[in-house]
């Protein structure tokens, strides 16, 4: 959120001269305070402020958890394609970085820094006024020694005169943060701003809790209840001020506890009141208050564990902790003011999951010493949570369950001593083709280095996972696997006994564009297991076999041939993801082949009867990600790819143009 209209004009004030200066004093500008105090609600206005002047380079909200938001894997390609965007000066040169270098993303972060933002602006003219940077919640990436690269190869591309950009840091007031930017050797480009809970702090929450009751008098005035005049009055107000400790955001949760359509307005202050008001921690106060009114304790901590631990949405909390389905969210009804629970229609899997309104929040049930027994840090609760989920994945899951259960599952078993019960599911062949055929290399070698650890882990079991991660970490030409002599007779009858295996490698022979992309086993519908009796075979020995027609006869296809089985694979894919709704397992990759085969009445028989229009139906109630689905998974390109392999058939089918 932004700032609540008519605060915080003091600081963005002082913002916006920052911005503008010329020649600039300092062109990192590091915003800190506590927890709560409104660092981002103040970035975010500022951001909005450069925007509407046509200065915002861009900007990026590090959010601790969050899969997009949580890393700096996503922060300098978000910026180089929004300063793509704002700057029009810098856009032929990012563009041609990226088309140069496809691998540019997976590059260290000094590598991607220089090649995305960094060279584009030394190759393009002189720029008028400086773009603003917004990087805010730095404290919340990754961990502090990601932080500290950030921030130590920002500065060394500053000093260095290759970066013409103002940057704006915000962050907790944390020492590792502060030791770097507010170095005597860095004050020539580095100044602080610390945000502190003084006069003036109080002064915008008092009219923030004036507005926002005002607010909910009317609300609940619309409803049929009508409060006292002036409600809750000026002492109140008062009181509540003082409790904040000058932060914003136990005066925002209070807001948000007292907004509830289940319970009456009046109560629920009375409740915030009756708090002990001489303690030093009146937040920590306030969230064990709401907490302690949760019926069912033991089940509140372990959804609420798993909510810290994993990306599950509500209903999949249900499944992995094996409980009856809805209790998480009846669970959760009470913690509102607390926590974001997505709405049942909500489609998209990214954003079913529930998120913490505040990252104090989460430090809070983190810290034992805070929380008290509501501490969800404990073994105990981690080893109750794999367990679950471990009885979940031997239960009847669908595939999309499955998947994202057992992802949940190996993230979260290698923080646990092992036991019998996890050897035996770690055995499970669908844990196991999980984690080959879903590209999660991290779990595999995780799983391994796990096993390893533990001096009575089995050997079948290290070899099965050693298997499974040189799988992921390496080409298939760079395994190591048995290089002993075969002869043509030996691979003719491996392929031969093993249709499976021979379609397997011809899809990973084929070196199309686009083709690279596509999983294999998925495409096919195999398992791991249709792999693992071939793993210590040499791969591209076979590969080159199957190749050379004079070597491998009758098992011979050529390229094309090969190309048209892909095709008409990938149709039949999409259409068995049309019959079963699980449309989140689309593969954008699945349009290459179909453009890369040469066109026949069979393949354009399958197009015929391939209506990708029924996806839209199916995504007709939450119209947000209906549009994010073409927007980033089945998009324009896709369309216009097959339209200008169609205009140039011989075969001028007009009626599929």
Not at 10 to 36: M, R, T
Not at 339 to 358: A, G, S, T
Not at 363 to 378: K, N, Q, T, V, Y
Request: with cysteine; proline share 5%; hydrophobic share 40%.
């Amino acid at each position: 959120p932004a700032c609540h209209p008519g605060t915080r004009s003091a600081v963005l004030d002082w913002l916006n001269e920052w911005a503008l200066e010329k020649p600039a004093e300092s062109i990192i500008l590091w915003l800190h305070g506590c927890a709560g105090i409104g660092k981002s609600a103040i970035a975010q206005q500022f951001a909005a402020s450069c925007h509407d002047r046509g200065q915002l380079g861009g900007s990026f909200f590090f959010k601790r958890g969050d899969a997009s938001r949580g890393s700096w894997r996503t922060l300098l390609p978000t910026l180089a394609y929004q300063l793509a965007i704002s700057c029009p000066e810098l856009r032929i040169a990012i563009q041609s970085t990226v088309q140069t270098d496809r691998l540019v993303l997976n590059k260290s972060m000094g590598l991607q820094l220089e090649a995305l933002i960094v060279e584009p602006f030394t190759k393009a003219h002189a720029m008028e006024s400086r773009p603003i940077l917004v990087v805010d919640g730095l404290d919340e990436c990754d961990d502090h020694a990601v932080q500290i690269r950030l921030v130590q190869a920002l500065i060394s591309a500053v000093r260095a005169g290759r970066l013409p950009v103002h940057i704006l840091i915000c962050s907790r007031s944390e020492p590792h943060i502060g030791e770097i930017l507010l170095a005597a050797n860095n004050g020539d480009v580095c100044r602080d701003y610390a945000i502190r809970p003084d006069a003036t702090a109080y002064a915008v929450i008092s009219r923030f809790l004036i507005n926002k009751f005002a607010r909910l008098g009317q609300i609940y005035a619309a409803r049929g209840i009508t409060l006292e005049d002036n409600w809750p009055g000026d002492e109140v107000i008062k009181q509540l001020v003082k409790r904040s400790s000058g932060t914003f955001i136990y005066a925002s949760t209070v807001i948000r506890y007292i907004d509830d359509e289940y319970s009456h307005p009046v109560d629920s202050l009375e409740a915030v009141l009756s708090l002990d008001p001489s303690s030093t921690t009146p937040l920590d106060d306030l969230y064990t208050q709401i907490l302690s009114a949760i019926p069912n304790k033991p089940v509140l901590l372990r959804v609420l564990h798993a909510i810290m631990e994993t990306d599950l949405a509500v209903e999949e909390i249900d499944m992995a902790l094996q409980l009856r389905r809805g209790t998480s969210r009846i669970t959760l009804r009470g913690l509102h003011s607390l926590l974001h629970v997505p709405p049942v229609r909500i489609l998209d899997p990214w954003v079913k999951r529930v998120k913490f309104l505040h990252a104090s929040f989460q430090d809070f049930l983190g810290d034992p010493r805070r929380s008290s027994g509501f501490c969800i840090s404990g073994q105990d609760l981690q080893i109750t949570f794999v367990h679950s989920m471990a009885g979940a994945l031997e239960s009847w899951l669908q595939p999309l369950e499955f998947v994202v259960i057992a992802c949940s599952f190996l993230h979260s078993l290698v923080k646990i001593p092992p036991t019998e019960t996890t050897f035996a599911i770690l055995r499970n062949a669908n844990v196991q083709d999980h984690a080959y055929r879903y590209g999660y290399e991290a779990h595999a070698g995780a799983i391994l280095t796990w096993l390893e650890r533990y001096s009575h882990s089995p050997l079948d079991l290290i070899e099965t996972w050693a298997d499974l991660s040189h799988l992921q970490d390496e080409s298939l030409e760079d395994l190591p696997w048995h290089t002993r002599s075969q002869s043509d007779e030996i691979f003719v009858r491996i392929v031969s006994e093993d249709p499976e295996f021979l379609s397997f490698l011809r899809i990973m022979s084929v070196a199309a564009p686009g083709l690279s992309d596509i999983p294999a086993l998925d495409l096919l519908g195999l398992k791991w297991d249709a792999l693992r009796p071939h793993v210590k075979f040499p791969f591209h020995v076979l590969r080159d076999f199957l190749c050379d027609p004079e070597r491998c006869g009758a098992l011979y296809l050529s390229e094309q041939d090969t190309l048209r089985f892909i095709a008409l694979r990938c149709m039949s894919r999409m259409n068995d993801i049309l019959l079963t709704n699980n449309f989140f397992q689309f593969n954008p990759h699945w349009i290459a082949p179909l453009c890369s085969c040469e066109p026949d009445e069979v393949v354009f028989g399958s197009l015929e009867h391939l209506d990708l229009s029924q996806f839209c139906g199916r995504l007709e109630c939450d119209k947000e990600y209906h549009w994010a689905f073409h927007d980033g998974v089945l998009n324009p390109e896709s369309f216009v790819q097959i339209l200008d392999w169609l205009r140039v058939s011989p075969m001028q089918q007009s009626q599929l143009h």
